[in-house]
């Protein structure tokens, strides 16, 4: 995982890129993307809607940065502890969540 510098002070995380992470191939990010929008809860990040997974404990989540209609072939995965939020997390953009969605 490669602590992301740009947002450490506003948005502390760290992410995962394909072709530069040994060991994890195009597979592993299509499979990790697929999961993610399956198994994912709604969120925030201000006013854009996407989808999180947590880990069992809740401390951290994980989330990929999809365009406005989402591939399969995700090259990079983010990850994030919990212990903050970006904006209201009551209200989502239903309709963006449905793209995202693998059903």
Avoid at 49 to 66: E, G, I, P
Wanted: hydrophobic residues 35%; aromatic residues 16%; glycine residues 6%.
């Amino acid at each position: 995982w490669i602590w992301a510098r740009t947002y450490a002070e506003s948005a502390p995380h760290w992410y995962v890129v394909l072709g530069r992470t040994p060991d994890l191939t195009r597979e592993d990010f299509i499979r990790a993307g697929r999961v993610i929008r399956t198994f994912g809860e709604p969120g925030n990040f201000w006013s854009h809607t996407n989808l999180y997974l947590f880990t069992q404990d809740r401390s951290r989540k994980f989330w990929c940065m999809w365009g406005t209609h989402p591939k399969d072939d995700v090259d990079l995965i983010n990850m994030a502890t919990t212990d903050r939020t970006y904006g209201p997390q009551d209200t989502f953009d239903t309709q963006r969540l449905a793209r995202l969605r693998l059903t």
